[in-house]
């Protein structure tokens, strides 16, 4: 139980006595109340690392309370829910001790990897594949120029403030380096921009998701030996590639003539979901993290309609907004952020002014990058909103945690370090898409995304 709460206790316990205004009413039943809070919260804090399964079943549905009403602050707002959630998992995590660090440790490998796979398959459903292809080399450009930068920024930082070892740093760099597709996923689809806006950024952060994953395995293990071999790299990152494309496409586009002839079949989502679950363990076993293969798989079924062109098969009328997953995918987002808060610690202060000074670095870093990469095709909302995407989010607090299982020098500083940068990320994201509000969007039929003039076109 941290100490904290129970001071903030007391304090409220005797300035109730203080108060002149409550001086003639009788306080010994507020004080009782307060008495029993303390020593409920204080029972829950015993050697189980876990509370019991009524407490366990109230935090459930405080988080689901939780998960709607910032899902409907977000809609109203364009703040995006997330570090509402991780505040909440900071409150019944390391403040008032209903969940200890130690069960939320043992069922990371577990949870981490069911977000990463229903959130990926949820971002490649909402892609469209015309728009990407439109855009793929500005998305393939500010992620790989952004996560090397993003990378170099972090590796910098963390070496000459915490003298940690190139490769440690690195390490941490690789982590971060990437946007988060789990929150930009979730801000494109309530801004005002162009839909190739809203795919090159999706795609983009999908990208760097896979670069940090990737990337961040690689080096567990070459800090784990103390030796980082280049080759090994090339090799690991070319077999997810290939392991990726092929079990997502191999899979991806006989099953979405399957699914679809299923049609309205009771079970016809499970299936699929079943399926995705065969997908990650064989992309697993094959030596790839499964993110590429859920994103890559998704992408098929959320493009059903126009490969079914591509392809001669004759489909019947396809419906893409599927409740189940739409609450499914609701339920493990919400509940991760809030997994993401359980697993923060306050520890020293220099750790969360490192935290925010890289963050800030990064925003900074990610508008020179975008002012390089985008022409004058996309509008002035556009850029903006691109200078502004800098949310660190899923994968790197899924990664951070990896160092406290794989027994890592300096393991319990990742988690610190990282929670600020995610959480000052979002912050910096929401106050950029704040101001982004107030510039005007483009004509509705150039979408925000302007049309090259007619003599371009010819020449193309």
């Not at 969940?99 to 977000?115: D, S």
């Not at 469209?128 to 790989?144: E, G, V």
């Not at 979405?256 to 065969?278: C, D, E, P, R, W």
């Not at 610190?416 to 509000?437: D, P």
């Amino acid at each position: 139980m941290n100490p904290i709460f129970f001071g903030i206790l007391e304090l409220f316990r005797g300035q109730i006595d203080g108060f002149p205004f409550l001086s003639d009413i009788d306080t010994t039943w507020i004080i009782e109340k307060i008495n029993e809070f303390q020593n409920f919260i204080g029972s829950l804090s015993q050697e189980d690392p876990i509370a019991s399964a009524p407490v366990l079943l109230l935090a459930a549905g405080v988080v689901i309370f939780s998960g709607v009403a910032g899902e409907a602050f977000f809609k109203k707002t364009g703040i995006p829910d997330v570090a509402f959630l991780m505040i909440l998992g900071v409150i019944i995590g390391p403040i008032l001790g209903i969940i200890q660090p130690e069960a939320v440790i043992q069922i990371v490998p577990y949870f981490a990897a069911l977000a990463l796979i229903i959130i990926m398959f949820d971002g490649g459903l909402n892609l469209d594949l015309k728009h990407i292809i439109r855009t793929a080399h500005f998305s393939f450009t500010l992620a790989i120029l952004g996560f090397i930068l993003s990378v170099v920024i972090a590796t910098i930082a963390v070496h000459y403030v915490l003298n940690w070892s190139w490769m440690e740093s690195i390490l941490l760099g690789s982590i971060v380096g990437g946007s988060s597709s789990v929150i930009v996923f979730g801000l494109v689809r309530n801004i005002r921009i162009s839909e190739e806006t809203k795919n090159m950024l999706s795609f983009e952060s999908a990208l760097t998701d896979i670069l940090a994953t990737i990337i961040a395995f690689i080096l567990f293990e070459a800090v784990l030996i103390g030796q980082f071999d280049l080759q090994l790299l090339q090799e690991t990152l070319g077999r997810a590639i290939v392991v990726g494309l092929v079990l997502g496409f191999g899979v991806g586009i006989p099953w979405m003539y399957v699914s679809t002839k299923l049609g309205n079949a009771q079970h016809s989502y499970m299936l699929t979901l079943g399926i995705l679950f065969v997908l990650f363990f064989l992309a697993n076993s094959f030596g790839e993290s499964g993110a590429l293969t859920a994103l890559v798989f998704g992408l098929m079924l959320g493009n059903k309609s126009q490969l079914a062109g591509i392809l001669k098969f004759k489909l019947p009328k396809i419906e893409l907004d599927d409740p189940t997953h739409n609450q499914l995918t609701f339920l493990v987002r919400s509940f991760f952020f809030v997994f993401v808060g359980l697993l923060a610690t306050i520890g020293q202060f220099e750790y969360i002014i490192l935290g925010v000074g890289i963050t800030i670095a990064f925003y900074i870093g990610r508008i020179i990058v975008a002012k390089i990469t985008l022409t004058k095709r996309f509008s002035l909302l556009d850029r903006k909103v691109t200078y502004s995407m800098i949310p660190r989010g899923l994968a790197a607090a899924v990664l951070a945690t990896f160092p406290l299982t794989m027994g890592l020098p300096n393991a319990e500083v990742y988690p610190q370090i990282i929670f600020f940068v995610i959480l000052s990320s979002v912050i910096i994201t929401t106050i950029g898409l704040g101001r982004s509000k107030k510039i005007p969007p483009p004509e509705p039929k150039e979408g925000g995304f302007i049309k090259k003039p007619p003599e371009d076109s010819q020449k193309e």
